[in-house]
């Protein structure tokens, strides 16, 4: 991914799922998922990584798509497309600036996790997803 931004493809319904790319590795479902729904999204997308729930959604997730994401060792993660407007972009970017805070505290030699809670909080992002993009992006 270095080079480019962190993009997660935001999903606003069910009927979208068949139509996403198939490279898709970070998705938000901005709706309630089904069991099915998510079955249909692994299916759709098998180089899946990270399927991203708002909180209130969180909750109705059942026991058994956990452990299958798990099994698949996909991502669940709690989190918001802040500001994101769907009938403009499909894909919502990771701010430059939050790339840029993670380098400017790594140059500082603070602790990963110090670095993920910081960003996360000032940025409105799960750590877990800070975390992610440390991991992906290429942050000397």
């Given at each position: 991914?270095?080079?480019k931004?962190?993009?997660?493809?935001?999903?606003?319904?069910?009927?979208?799922?068949s139509?996403?790319?198939?490279n898709e590795?970070l998705?938000?479902?901005a709706?309630?998922?089904?069991n099915?729904d998510?079955?249909?999204?692994?299916e759709n997308c098998?180089r899946?990584?990270?399927?991203?729930l708002p909180?209130?959604y969180m909750?109705?997730?059942s026991?058994?798509?956990e452990m299958f994401?798990?099994m698949?060792?996909?991502q669940?993660?709690?989190?918001e497309v802040?500001g994101?407007r769907?009938?403009i972009?499909?894909?919502?970017s990771?701010p430059?600036s939050?790339?840029?805070?993670?380098?400017?505290?790594?140059?500082?030699?603070k602790?990963?996790?110090?670095?993920?809670?910081?960003?996360?909080?000032?940025?409105?992002?799960?750590?877990v997803?800070?975390?992610?993009i440390?991991?992906?992006?290429t942050i000397?």
């Amino acid at each position: 991914m270095g080079g480019k931004n962190t993009r997660i493809r935001v999903v606003s319904s069910r009927e979208e799922i068949s139509k996403l790319n198939p490279n898709e590795r970070l998705v938000h479902l901005a709706f309630r998922p089904s069991n099915k729904d998510i079955f249909s999204l692994v299916e759709n997308c098998p180089r899946i990584e990270v399927i991203q729930l708002p909180r209130s959604y969180m909750a109705t997730v059942s026991k058994s798509i956990e452990m299958f994401l798990e099994m698949q060792r996909i991502q669940l993660l709690e989190g918001e497309v802040w500001g994101h407007r769907k009938d403009i972009n499909d894909y919502y970017s990771i701010p430059t600036s939050v790339i840029e805070d993670i380098k400017e505290m790594k140059t500082e030699g603070k602790a990963t996790e110090e670095i993920q809670h910081a960003v996360a909080k000032e940025n409105r992002l799960n750590p877990v997803m800070v975390a992610y993009i440390m991991a992906k992006e290429t942050i000397a």
